[in-house]
């Protein structure tokens, strides 16, 4: 089975920083885009920062332009999310995304909870 494990969400106080990995298992998503979104119950999933197979291209959303990065290690089938700068919207449950496959399938973990405290 595909499995994606997220983990290094946590409590801090506004402008702190966190560290969110991504460790993918079952699969090989070295030459796939991978991603980061996420989620505040009663709001959308929404995307926050994207990567290409080969960690040449980035892409986020406004609200993490400046203040997140993405980055991989394909050798460890793993991606990160660097979080500055934290407000407390910036809270909710962060995902991560691999696409795979012939059919380019989408694949999530279980999310890691990020709590920013004002």
């Known amino acids: 089975q595909v499995q994606l494990v997220e983990s290094g969400g946590g409590l801090v106080q506004a402008g702190g920083s966190l560290r969110l990995s991504c460790v993918a298992s079952?699969?090989?998503?070295?030459?796939?885009?991978m991603g980061w979104y996420r989620q505040t119950p009663g709001r959308a999933r929404e995307f926050v920062a994207s990567?290409?197979?080969?960690?040449?291209?980035?892409h986020y959303a406004d609200s993490a332009e400046g203040r997140f990065i993405i980055t991989r290690e394909n050798a460890k089938n793993t991606i990160y999310l660097q979080v500055n700068s934290l407000d407390p919207d910036d809270s909710a449950i962060y995902y991560c995304?691999?696409?795979?496959?012939?059919?380019?399938?989408?694949?999530w973990g279980q999310g890691t909870q990020v709590t920013v405290s004002s």
């Open positions: 990567i290409s197979g080969s960690g040449s291209i980035t």
């Open positions: 995304k691999g696409t795979s496959g012939t059919y380019l399938n989408d694949y």
């Open positions: 079952g699969r090989d998503f070295s030459g796939s885009d």
